[in-house]
């Protein structure tokens, strides 16, 4: 197995009010809660909140609770997922999921 197929999901499972499993091809499984991943997002917009120190979410008028209403593939290398406050920037490398999954 390359370095690479570490980084491969066999299975990813979303739970649109719990948040996403990943299972990768070596087997190694990492959970996320929604709440990690919304306040995690690593688009543009939500870095820079988090570097002016504000909260990502919620922002005013978010509803509540917090919900995923999609998710996709993002090429071969990371998951979009889809917000009910509308977010839909941030794209979640596989690899970046699986190293903080190991720490």
Not at 18 to 32: L, S
Not at 69 to 80: E, N, V
Request: hydrophobic share 35%.
């Amino acid at each position: 197995m390359s370095l690479d197929d570490r980084y491969e999901p066999s299975d990813i499972t979303v739970k649109r009010d719990e948040g996403v499993t990943i299972t990768f091809v070596d087997g190694h499984v990492a959970g996320f809660s929604i709440m990690e991943l919304r306040l995690g997002c690593p688009c543009a917009p939500c870095r820079h909140l988090r570097d002016q120190g504000e909260e990502v979410w919620p922002r005013p008028g978010a509803p509540t609770p917090l919900r995923i209403t999609d998710a996709s593939p993002h090429g071969a290398w990371g998951i979009q997922l889809t917000w009910n406050d509308g977010h839909a920037t941030g794209i979640f490398p596989f690899e970046a999921l699986r190293d903080s999954s190991e720490h």
